[in-house]
């Protein structure tokens, strides 16, 4: 497994908001593992912070827009797409303003930026999403088709075609991130000149010029158009070019620059998931209100393997063997009650014990109607959360879990000879100073036995 990142030390870039024109300054620094991107927004009192996430995304019409704790943060998809690149999964970005700088319109100057400060490893382990079967967003009234296909990796082809004599219909293919710095980072915003001027009649795109911005014009413009033009994005009339085209003739990065940039959105967009994806994505006509009610529904799959049993295939390879298991855990025998864990994610496991005749506790509870006794079901779904804590250290037999407090424990069934506990344990919040809150579920078949939630100290052996 991938080890999680973060920014090496801290970087500030400065620049004008795109729609309101407003001097803003971010800071990006380092942050913990398990913590995520998260926005503060330094300028407002008690500097609430803003996860990076799908679920926070409140506007969709100029850019991404994230809205938590009565604070919000615009236009962050550049940003975030350049992060993704990099594979930071945790940073805290300090913003002065409500809206990130457009800069020169792409991701070209954060991927520059984090380059030369560099990307720091963390001792936590990154965990994927990997798609088992099609996902599919349609929006018809707009021609508009979102999949995602398993496939081991990051794959994504995309087409946009809005039915435009100087826009031609556009496609583009990657295997993988991996030269998003060369083939997409640079790649400009754009936009139609019917479009500046709906948006001008709003008071907005106030930051936007001639240089972070590919225009394009469908007829040619009259000499009042001009200068109206001019004025807005203070040139001298005799400057602007009145052809149809691009605005100015400004030289295109690539041919299908625009496309390239629709990817680029995607990309930032598709990281507030807040968990890696592996997936082949074909895109049609994708824009940020798409990709970000996309992004919910491949959340909402993801949700869904948190609520019912677990689907248990004994013939499935397990993520952890019983040896592995004792690599973390210090329990043995009879103490040991994990046998697998069959899966593992960003904040989950799920784990397996199997029951028998042959235990130890059968002998006395009870000989002629054995049954489990309940406190170690407690004690098997605490060591499955003993492994959800530790699966993401480096070094876990250096470390143990101490649990505090268990509250909220029902038994729902009973668990006899022959039956296969199925645990089911879930982060319900972030780690903080060593302690871990978590919410434990065990089933037998698709029957809940148990239900608990657990807290526990994180502690580093003597």
């Given amino acids: 497994m991938?080890?999680?990142?973060?920014?090496?030390?801290?970087?500030?870039?400065s620049?004008?908001?795109?729609?309101?024109?407003?001097?803003?300054?971010?800071?990006?620094?380092?942050?913990?593992?398990?913590?995520?991107?998260?926005?503060?927004?330094?300028?407002?009192?008690?500097?609430?912070?803003?996860?990076?996430?799908v679920e926070n995304v409140t506007d969709t019409s100029r850019g991404t827009t994230l809205d938590k704790n009565g604070a919000k943060v615009a236009t962050l998809e550049h940003l975030i797409a350049a992060l993704h690149f990099f594979k930071i999964d945790n940073a805290l970005i300090e913003i002065d303003g409500d809206e990130i700088p457009i800069l020169d319109g792409s991701s070209k100057l954060w991927v520059e930026a984090i380059k030369e400060v560099g990307v720091q490893p963390q001792l936590a382990k990154r965990y994927y999403f990997s798609v088992k079967e099609p996902i599919t967003y349609i929006d018809q009234t707009k021609d508009i088709e979102l999949t995602v296909l398993?496939?081991?990796?990051?794959?994504?082809?995309?087409?946009?075609?809005?039915?435009?004599?100087?826009?031609?219909?556009?496609?583009?293919?990657?295997?993988?991130l991996e030269?998003?710095?060369?083939?997409?980072?640079?790649?400009?915003?754009?936009?139609?000149?019917?479009?500046i001027e709906q948006l001008l009649k709003l008071n907005l795109i106030k930051g936007g010029d001639l240089d972070n911005a590919l225009v394009f014009v469908e007829e040619d413009l009259n000499k009042e158009q001009i200068e109206?033009?001019?004025?807005?994005?203070?040139?001298?009339?005799?400057t602007v070019k009145a052809e149809r085209g691009i605005l100015n003739h400004i030289n295109k990065k690539f041919e299908n620059e625009p496309v390239r940039h629709k990817l680029l959105d995607f990309i930032g967009d598709i990281k507030l998931l807040g968990i890696g994806v592996k997936g082949h994505f074909i895109l049609k006509r994708p824009g940020h209100h798409a990709n970000t009610e996309f992004a919910k529904l491949i959340k909402k799959v993801i949700m869904e393997k948190m609520i019912g049993a677990p689907k248990?295939?004994?013939?499935?390879?397990?993520?952890?063997?019983?040896?592995?298991?004792?690599?973390?855990?210090?329990?043995r025998f009879p103490m040991l009650l994990v046998d697998k864990i069959i899966e593992a994610g960003e904040g989950y496991v799920v784990g397996v014990k199997n029951v028998t005749s042959n235990e130890d506790f059968f002998n006395g509870h009870f000989p002629s109607e054995p049954v489990m006794p309940g406190v170690l079901i407690v004690e098997a779904m605490a060591q499955t959360g003993g492994i959800l804590v530790l699966k993401d250290y480096e070094d876990p037999e250096n470390y143990n879990t101490?649990?505090?407090?268990?509250?909220?424990?029902?038994?729902?069934?009973?668990?006899?000879?022959?039956?296969?506990?199925?645990f089911r344990l879930f982060l319900t919040e972030p780690v903080r100073?060593?302690?871990?809150?978590?919410?434990?579920?065990?089933?037998?078949?698709?029957?809940?036995?148990?239900?608990?939630?657990?807290?526990?100290?994180?502690?580093?052996?003597?």
């Fill in 2 to 13: 991938e080890q999680q990142n973060t920014i090496k030390s801290k970087l500030t870039l």
């Fill in 15 to 53: 620049g004008k908001g795109l729609h309101f024109g407003k001097d803003v300054t971010i800071s990006i620094l380092p942050a913990d593992a398990n913590t995520g991107i998260n926005f503060c927004r330094v300028d407002l009192e008690n500097k609430p912070i803003i996860p990076a996430l």
């Fill in 150 to 176: 398993p496939y081991d990796g990051f794959k994504v082809d995309i087409t946009i075609d809005y039915n435009s004599s100087v826009l031609e219909k556009q496609s583009f293919s990657i295997d993988s």
């Fill in 179 to 195: 030269n998003f710095d060369k083939e997409i980072a640079n790649c400009r915003t754009f936009v139609f000149l019917h479009e």
């Fill in 228 to 238: 109206h033009l001019a004025k807005v994005f203070n040139k001298d009339p005799h």
């Fill in 312 to 331: 248990y295939d004994p013939n499935q390879e397990p993520v952890l063997n019983i040896n592995d298991i004792k690599t973390i855990l210090p329990h």
């Fill in 402 to 422: 101490y649990f505090l407090k268990i509250d909220g424990v029902r038994f729902r069934g009973k668990v006899v000879p022959g039956d296969t506990l199925i």
């Fill in 433 to 462: 100073r060593g302690l871990v809150k978590m919410k434990g579920e065990a089933y037998v078949g698709s029957k809940l036995v148990m239900e608990a939630e657990l807290m526990a100290q994180i502690a580093k052996n003597k």
